[in-house]
Every structure is written in C-alpha cells, then in structure tokens.
C-alpha cells in the first residue's frame, strides 16, 4: 500500500500561518476519522500533536489545527514559530487494519 | 509518566535475526495495543507491527510479513520484536508506541519510545 501523500517541503515566516496537506484514499483517509499528525524534530522521536482529524493533546498548543475533507487531511500551523521547524507526517488507519504514514514534510521557518 | 524504553538493536549480516524489546512503565500495559514503527536513515516513518492490548491479535506490514513477530510479555510488561532474514532494507531506527484509546488497535500513537537502531550490513 503507498504512502499517503504529503508535499515534501513547506516554509513561511515567522507569525504567518501554514497548510500542509497529506491525500490518500477512499480505503483510508476518507473512510475513517482516524488521521493523525506527528511532529518530528531532528534526532528526535515522533509525537502527536493532533489525532483523530482535530483533536489536539493536552500540552499540544492551539495553533495546531486539523481538519479533513473527502480524502485529504490537512495541518494548519498559525503564528509559525522558529520551534514549529521540524518534520510533519500524517497518518490514518486503514481498510486493512493497518497504519499508513505519509512521506514527511519538513517545515522550514524563514 | 508513560515510558518506553527500546533495547536490542545492533549490527546483524543480512539473513541474521535480532530481537527488539520496548520494556513499559506509567500505564496499564494489558489495557492498550502497542505497535513498531520504524524510519530507515534520512527517510520517513513506516508502520511495522501492531498487536491488540489482549496479544491474541498481531498485523504486520506487507514488507514483514513472514519474517518479523510481535508479541507481548504481559508479566514483565515488555513489547518484543523478532525480526528474523534480516535484509538490507530493514536497517532504521525502530520505535514502540501506545495507543491512545483502551483496548483498541492503535489508531493512534500517543506515546513514543526513543528507539534503537538496526543495522543490517555484512
């Protein structure tokens, strides 16, 4: 099964807000409310900042968002911060009882 | 505090075996499936293995199946990976996971181990 689709990279600056996008299918994505975002930063281990479409963890600020539409899932950071540089991935459950990521995006803060 | 401690990576020849352990503390470990993701070097994640919070129930990924096995030691609280003819393509750094929900397969993964390596090179 191929990875959800992410863009490989996305940048902005400092205050503004960003969207990162991750495309999968109708056995996947647009099937289940089960798609979540994780936060990687160099040399680190993943954490979730959002599950299940948009809900955010305790700790997790609010200036992370999700929401989906069809089979796209979207990310939006707003008030971008120099800490937000990091890679992004998806993830959803599937048909298949599997997990499936996507590619990454890395994030870079001007 | 959840916690997850990965153990047992290394340098193993292609066809050789290794064996992952994720030893657990800060829930309840028969409550919540767990899971092995892995991130080959410089690249993504990809999801390796899950097992349901009872053991009776394992997934794999197709790129496993038949070589890797997960299990659970309910006693000592500790997730295991067999990975048995190694290749090449398995070299990443692994990682444990929790479910968020009770009882569910892991939809999502709330609490990560910092993982260990596995290096496959003859």
């Known amino acids: 099964q191929s990875a959800l689709t992410q863009p490989a990279s996305v940048s902005g600056s400092p205050g503004q807000s960003i969207t990162i996008s991750c495309t999968g299918a109708s056995s996947d994505v647009g099937r289940y409310e089960y798609v979540s975002w994780y936060q990687q930063h160099p040399g680190k281990a993943p954490q979730v900042i959002i599950y299940e479409v948009r809900n955010r963890p305790s700790g997790v600020s609010n200036r992370f968002s999700g929401s989906k539409s069809g089979n796209t899932a979207s990310l939006t950071i707003s008030g971008l911060q120099a800490e937000d540089e990091a890679d992004y991935y998806c993830?959803?459950?599937?048909?298949?009882?599997?997990?499936?990521f996507g590619g990454g995006t890395k994030l870079t803060v001007l | 505090e959840v916690q997850l401690l990965e153990s047992g990576g290394g340098l193993v020849q292609p066809g050789g075996s290794l064996r992952l352990s994720c030893a657990t503390s800060?829930?309840?470990?028969?409550?919540?499936?767990l899971t092995w993701v892995r991130q080959a070097p410089g690249k993504g994640l990809e999801w390796v293995s899950a097992?349901?919070?009872?053991?009776?129930?394992?997934y794999d990924a197709d790129s496993v199946k038949g070589r890797f096995t997960i299990s659970r030691d309910k006693a000592n609280k500790i997730l295991h990976l067999q990975m048995d003819n190694l290749r090449a393509d398995d070299t990443a750094i692994y990682y444990c996971?929790?479910?968020?929900?009770?009882?569910?397969?892991?939809?999502?993964?709330?609490?990560w181990g910092q993982g260990t390596l596995v290096t496959v090179s003859s």
């Open positions: 097992i349901t919070a009872s053991g009776i129930t394992t």
């Open positions: 800060g829930f309840t470990f028969n409550n919540f499936a």
């Open positions: 996971a929790k479910a968020y929900r009770l009882g569910t397969y892991p939809r999502t993964l709330i609490s």
């Open positions: 993830s959803s459950y599937t048909s298949s009882n599997t997990l499936l």
